[in-house]
């Protein structure tokens, strides 16, 4: 049974894992992470839409208003990150040239005008286009259209290359390719984690960012998995959209979220996605990958020629009521996980919540109201009687960098 | 530039170039095969279907008749192929149980009555059943099928195991893992073949066994690529069919075809196949899946839970007329190509037409009339003039192995 020491332990290496190691390193901890397979957990399926608009559902007002405040942090988050990683500026794809939102057929035109509705209520950018302004801008456009909507501000990055980006900026981190199986504790506080072989960690602070899987080490994360399949496709650059296209066929949401033209003249597509409340198997279902063709065909009909190249499913981590946990959530422990839909999107939010908990600094994200009230929410369901030992309130905004590692 | 000398070369590596080679050494000749990536092609996207009787189309009697001969010949070439190989009974999944043939519209059971009245003509079994009846036997047949039928004499085997048992069977052949570039001539004969490094490979006979590719390597084979895609699904056995589904949905074909069930209680199935006329790129294209998850479906509604595991895309290598190349085109060339739709179900026939040709035996399937008739067509796109200098008649039933390798 061998153990190791370090100031912050990450359990979870996706894309929010590797922002709190690399944002503990540059606080200057000394940082291991715990994941057998860093970055094939949600990440692998997402798509990286930054669309708080396109997102803002009814009664989500405060997710808006996080994933807006998130969406405003990329340019100076990507710029930050690419630099540590020594990447040239522009190779995490963050692309700001607006969304296409389309309405299949005319109930779905009723409900894509009730979001505008809701955008003007929450002060959003979005304007009602007819259908031939739609083809306009993207000539795939199909012909059964009823509607369209141009969104300026829902943008998008790629995040397979973040996570390597992340993953070159935290290189200094020690990566450990296994998996935690519980925490470990003492007087109420957490010091560190074991993993599957009967290793120990021991850490000044324990970073849980273990997705789904973070209710399973600790109750008061209760996350649950919603697995979702997305599509990679390859096409001919003029069959496919340039800018984020999504819609709504007959009540179903869709979208195809394109990357930069390659040098062969031709574009990878992300076309996603579909949710299910079921175990996470990484099993991609016949009929899911069914029902994401015949929606994306039907907004955009040329993609019928496009190559599949990648059908994949993986675990969204969804807390009760699907807003992130972030922060301290009981002495040694901070949360990093719970951002379902939006963890690509809330990555810079998540690391000025890292920032602000290890007592760290941003471009000046900290300090924002929206990060503190995340912050300050993240210990929403820890129950003090669980830890009736330990005082659960008090070490919230203890920088856990002084905690140091015991051996 | 290294040479290699052999009495047989046998150029294409899948399961009918195995085949050849198999047979080859059982006649006693040393065998060199040469193929970049074996049983890559066609066969790695083969459903394994023997249906000579759902197979046969208006104007294919003759494609029919040759089938049904085929078909005959299966268990005694499956029980000589797994005793060769060294593998138990059944290895090679030879299953007996029948098909089941579904309408899914009005228009569709009218074509499935033609058919059927065709299959009176050509004296091959097959009955319209109810839709009831069809549910009875298959539990899973969606509610909106028109019209079905049980076809009897349509069985199954595992391609890839039948490709598994070949190498093993065919273990002694010596496998160079580089593709052929051209054939070599002497006196209007040929005598070998060179690759992309430019090894020399010296035989008396050379198999031409290269799938679509033929065509580039001799003219008198004029193959061209059909590329198809397969979908390998995984089903819990009681959602999945037990026997051969096939079916027409609105005029376009579809088949479900099941293997065993296996110990986790899960069964595999193969869903296809697509039909393009294009050029053999490996590459599946997003509509091509969404059309056999499309059609599939509409027969067999519970396939939706079935896990897709793998799209596969390959060319099937057609002749001109779509019947097989069997036999001697040249002096020292002998065809085992453009077996289309039907190189699982043609494999004990292509054993049979080159026992025949090497004047070896196999199950008393020589000197049938159907073997014979199709290896004296295998020249009838050879050009005579081309070879002008050579006896093109002449050597067809020359058994090669007594011609020996030149260094």
């Given at each position: 049974m061998s153990s190791h020491a370090c100031d912050v332990l990450v359990v979870g290496g996706g894309v929010i894992g590797l922002t709190a190691a690399w944002r503990a390193l540059e606080a200057g901890a000394s940082v291991v992470v715990l994941d057998p397979s860093p970055g094939d957990g949600a990440t692998h399926a997402a798509a990286g839409m930054l669309a708080p608009v396109m997102e803002a559902g009814f009664g989500e007002e405060a997710q808006a208003r996080l994933g807006t405040a998130s969406l405003a942090l990329w340019p100076a988050f990507a710029e930050a990150l690419e630099r540590a990683a020594g990447l040239p500026a522009g190779a995490v794809g963050l692309e700001t040239a607006g969304t296409l939102a389309l309405a299949y057929d005319g109930d779905d035109l009723v409900e894509l005008r009730r979001t505008l509705a809701l955008h003007r209520e929450l002060g959003l950018a979005s304007a009602e286009i007819t259908p031939a302004e739609a083809r306009r801008r993207e000539p795939g456009v199909g012909a059964r259209v009823a509607g369209a909507a141009w969104v300026p501000g829902d943008h998008q990055v790629d995040p397979r290359a973040v996570h390597a980006a992340l993953a070159a900026a935290a290189a200094r981190a020690t990566l450990v390719p296994r998996a935690a199986v519980s925490l470990t504790w003492a007087d109420g506080a957490v010091v560190g984690a074991l993993d599957g072989t009967g290793t120990t960690y021991t850490a000044g602070t324990v970073v849980l960012a273990a997705g789904h899987a973070s209710a399973s080490l600790y109750a008061g994360a209760p996350t649950r998995a919603v697995p979702g399949t997305t599509l990679r496709l390859d096409a001919a650059a003029d069959r496919s959209p340039a800018v984020v296209v999504r819609g709504t066929v007959q009540g179903r949401p869709v979208y195809a979220v394109p990357r930069r033209v390659r040098p062969d003249g031709r574009r990878e597509l992300v076309v996603g996605a579909t949710s299910d409340e079921r175990d996470d198997d990484h099993l991609t279902r016949a009929g899911d990958v069914f029902a994401l063709l015949r929606d994306v065909r039907a907004l955009l009909p040329e993609l019928d020629d496009a190559v599949l190249l990648e059908a994949v499913t993986r675990s969204r981590p969804a807390s009760p009521d699907n807003a992130p946990l972030l922060g301290w959530a009981a002495d040694g422990l901070c949360l990093a996980t719970g951002h379902y839909r939006n963890g690509i999107l809330l990555t810079p939010l998540t690391a000025a919540a890292v920032d602000e908990a290890l007592g760290g600094a941003l471009s000046?994200?900290?300090?924002?109201p929206e990060v503190r009230a995340a912050v300050e929410a993240a210990a929403r369901y820890a129950d003090p009687r669980r830890f009736a030992d330990a005082d659960t309130t008090a070490p919230r905004t203890a920088p856990t960098t002084e905690r140091g590692g015991t051996a």
């Open positions: 000046g994200a900290n300090g924002r």
